[in-house]
């Protein structure tokens, strides 16, 4: 491995790694735009500019490989003035008006013009007008006068989607990006290319404007949409809005962004999953317990009707249908609770659609398949459930509904209804067969709830909580637990997540060992996996 000195400081870098890489490994922040790890070398911003011994004129740290023996000045006279006289050529036309734009608060631009330029412009002439709130795209908008050309978009829609929608376009000081002619920004993907844009000149449309980025309470937590199990960063509004009324606190996700994964997701998610809480927003949310559906009742006396339908129907005769997107610890303690029920045939639902992309998208939109087969067994499925109740076996069926997509919850359909006589919903959302439920608890959503999922990998990773759950939704763990002790079940009287999961450690071969400092915020594989 190449030795070289940074600013006096002798340090050892990969070969083949640029002098900016090597300076980053190390913390040393050299500022750069065009650069991104996720992408080839573009080397066009110039930002990066740093003084090599021996070479006759300043050299661009992220097109230079290291050497070994290399001295490089990353602040010296030299370099401070170039890199001034770069920000002043990026504000020629760049506007100057970072009070009302979306990227405030999180600008390069912002932050390079207060830490490397002069704080004063040259340029007397009027700036150039160019178009603004150009439409790229489903998701994406365009701002050309804040373009700093810096071909992160471009490179992203060539190198990863390979679907090559934008591109540079005219030339000089009228040079602008946008679409090719017929091709709309419009690829799986195309939200990546606003995490990239590094001042506010693509915006997401979901996004924009709808508040200030320090407003956010970011959260690391992962994905729920597919198989995949990206890390994502969930943005929740902090914003008060009204200080008179309930709910005074704006505590909606606002944003998903990914959250760097090099197992898992790299740099990127795709837009279905960047914009799945939406559905978290527009579906009716179950907030109070009902018995049956349209009528409140007390949380205990929801939590006893549910022990005693389950407690009193026939022996084999409960069926129970559950999400394959429930954390594993809310799967664990339904299981528990079936055991100790005796009898009950259970089945998760599989959730398939689409294909396999070969980026990142899963066709099994079931978050936690894997932790499923894991804790319930590989026989656990909707159809043998279905079957069980068409034959006239089961009457009365529990199901555990989705806590990301509504539309995804099971649903009976009419000759299912005139078999079941029961049906006891627990779930976030008043969909599928909430409809015909005698008693509905309502459960914390995906964002709301912590917990742990499994990827196809078969990665366990941690979901955190994001915000409180709405109404006296409680996490599905929870429910368990208080209708076993209902039921007069031996199930312990877990207080937390982590309990649950000490729990599975000590009974699901998978999980053996684990705790939550293992697991850690980047996920771990299965330690009880037969290799």
């Given at each position: 491995?190449?030795?070289?000195?940074?600013?006096?400081?002798?340090?050892?870098?990969?070969?083949?790694?640029?002098?900016?890489?090597?300076?980053?490994?190390?913390?040393?922040?050299?500022?750069?735009?065009?650069?991104?790890?996720?992408?080839?070398?573009?080397?066009?911003?110039?930002?990066?500019?740093?003084?090599?011994?021996?070479?006759?004129?300043?050299?661009?740290?992220?097109?230079?490989?290291?050497?070994?023996?290399?001295?490089?000045?990353?602040?010296?006279?030299?370099?401070?003035?170039?890199?001034?006289?770069?920000?002043?050529?990026?504000?020629?036309?760049?506007?100057?008006?970072?009070?009302?734009?979306?990227?405030?608060?999180?600008?390069?631009?912002?932050?390079?013009?207060?830490?490397?330029g002069t704080g004063v412009s040259r340029f007397l002439e009027p700036k150039l007008t160019l178009s603004k709130a150009v439409d790229l795209g489903p998701h994406?908008?365009?701002?050309?006068?804040?373009?700093?050309?810096?071909?992160?978009?471009?490179?992203?829609?060539?190198?990863?989607?390979?679907?090559?929608?934008?591109?540079?376009?005219?030339?000089?000081?009228?040079?602008?990006?946008?679409?090719?002619?017929?091709?709309?920004?419009?690829?799986?993907?195309?939200?990546?290319?606003?995490?990239?844009?590094?001042?506010?000149?693509?915006t997401l449309k979901e996004f924009r404007f709808q508040t200030r980025v320090w407003y956010l309470k970011n959260t690391p937590s992962v994905c729920a949409g597919?198989?995949?199990?990206?890390?994502?960063?969930?943005?929740?509004?902090?914003?008060?809005?009204?200080?008179?009324?309930?709910?005074?606190?704006?505590?909606?996700?606002?944003?998903?962004?990914?959250?760097?994964?090099?197992?898992?997701?790299?740099?990127?998610?795709?837009?279905?999953?960047?914009?799945?809480?939406?559905?978290?927003?527009?579906?009716?949310?179950?907030?109070?317990?009902?018995?049956?559906?349209?009528?409140?009742?007390?949380?205990?006396?929801?939590?006893?009707?549910?022990?005693?339908?389950?407690?009193?129907?026939?022996?084999?005769?409960?069926?129970?249908?559950?999400?394959?997107?429930?954390?594993?610890?809310?799967?664990?303690?339904?299981?528990?609770?079936?055991?100790?029920?005796?009898?009950?045939?259970?089945?998760?639902?599989?959730?398939?659609?689409?294909?396999?992309?070969?980026?990142?998208?899963?066709?099994?939109?079931?978050?936690?398949?894997?932790?499923?087969?894991?804790?319930?067994?590989?026989?656990?499925?909707?159809?043998?459930?279905?079957?069980?109740?068409?034959?006239?076996?089961?009457?009365?069926?529990?199901?555990?509904?989705?806590?990301?997509?509504?539309?995804?919850?099971?649903?009976?359909?009419?000759?299912?209804?005139?078999?079941?006589?029961?049906?006891?919903?627990?779930?976030?959302?008043?969909?599928?067969?909430?409809?015909?439920?005698?008693?509905?608890?309502?459960?914390?959503?995906?964002?709301?709830?912590?917990?742990?999922?499994?990827?196809?990998?078969?990665?366990?990773?941690?979901?955190?909580?994001?915000?409180?759950?709405?109404?006296?939704?409680?996490?599905?763990?929870?429910?368990?637990?208080?209708?076993?002790?209902?039921?007069?079940?031996?199930?312990?009287?877990?207080?937390?997540?982590?309990?649950?999961?000490?729990?599975?450690?000590?009974?699901?071969?998978?999980y053996r060992g684990l705790d939550l400092q293992a697991v850690s915020l980047l996920g771990v594989g299965a330690p009880g996996r037969a290799a």
């Amino acid at each position: 491995m190449p030795k070289l000195t940074i600013d006096g400081k002798e340090v050892e870098a990969k070969a083949g790694n640029t002098v900016l890489q090597a300076a980053l490994a190390q913390g040393l922040e050299i500022p750069h735009y065009c650069y991104h790890p996720g992408l080839s070398i573009a080397g066009n911003c110039r930002m990066c500019l740093v003084e090599m011994e021996k070479a006759p004129k300043l050299v661009i740290s992220c097109a230079t490989e290291v050497a070994d023996g290399m001295a490089i000045a990353t602040d010296s006279e030299r370099v401070r003035t170039a890199r001034a006289a770069m920000m002043e050529f990026f504000l020629i036309n760049h506007p100057l008006d970072c009070p009302i734009c979306d990227q405030a608060g999180e600008c390069r631009l912002q932050d390079y013009a207060v830490e490397h330029g002069t704080g004063v412009s040259r340029f007397l002439e009027p700036k150039l007008t160019l178009s603004k709130a150009v439409d790229l795209g489903p998701h994406v908008m365009l701002d050309q006068e804040r373009c700093i050309q810096c071909s992160r978009c471009i490179r992203f829609c060539d190198e990863v989607t390979r679907t090559g929608e934008l591109g540079f376009f005219q030339r000089g000081d009228h040079t602008v990006i946008g679409t090719v002619p017929g091709k709309p920004l419009q690829n799986a993907y195309s939200g990546n290319v606003v995490d990239l844009c590094p001042v506010g000149a693509l915006t997401l449309k979901e996004f924009r404007f709808q508040t200030r980025v320090w407003y956010l309470k970011n959260t690391p937590s992962v994905c729920a949409g597919c198989a995949r199990g990206c890390n994502v960063i969930v943005g929740v509004g902090q914003q008060q809005v009204l200080m008179t009324t309930e709910g005074q606190l704006d505590d909606r996700i606002k944003r998903v962004v990914p959250r760097f994964n090099e197992a898992v997701n790299g740099h990127w998610i795709c837009d279905e999953g960047r914009l799945s809480y939406e559905r978290l927003h527009a579906a009716p949310r179950l907030d109070r317990p009902q018995a049956p559906r349209g009528t409140r009742v007390e949380w205990e006396d929801a939590v006893t009707r549910a022990a005693t339908l389950l407690r009193n129907a026939a022996p084999g005769a409960v069926g129970a249908i559950l999400s394959p997107r429930l954390t594993s610890e809310d799967l664990y303690a339904w299981s528990s609770l079936f055991a100790a029920l005796g009898a009950v045939r259970i089945g998760a639902q599989t959730i398939v659609r689409g294909e396999d992309d070969g980026i990142l998208l899963r066709a099994d939109k079931g978050a936690n398949s894997a932790g499923v087969r894991w804790i319930l067994g590989p026989d656990a499925t909707t159809p043998g459930v279905v079957s069980a109740i068409a034959r006239g076996e089961v009457t009365t069926l529990l199901v555990v509904g989705d806590p990301l997509d509504p539309a995804d919850t099971f649903s009976l359909d009419a000759a299912a209804r005139s078999r079941v006589k029961t049906v006891i919903f627990v779930g976030a959302f008043l969909s599928g067969a909430a409809e015909a439920a005698s008693v509905l608890l309502p459960s914390a959503a995906w964002s709301e709830e912590e917990g742990t999922l499994v990827n196809f990998e078969g990665r366990i990773q941690r979901v955190l909580r994001c915000h409180l759950p709405r109404g006296e939704a409680r996490p599905g763990w929870k429910i368990a637990s208080e209708v076993a002790a209902a039921c007069g079940a031996g199930l312990p009287h877990w207080a937390s997540a982590e309990e649950v999961l000490r729990s599975m450690a000590a009974t699901v071969k998978e999980y053996r060992g684990l705790d939550l400092q293992a697991v850690s915020l980047l996920g771990v594989g299965a330690p009880g996996r037969a290799a």
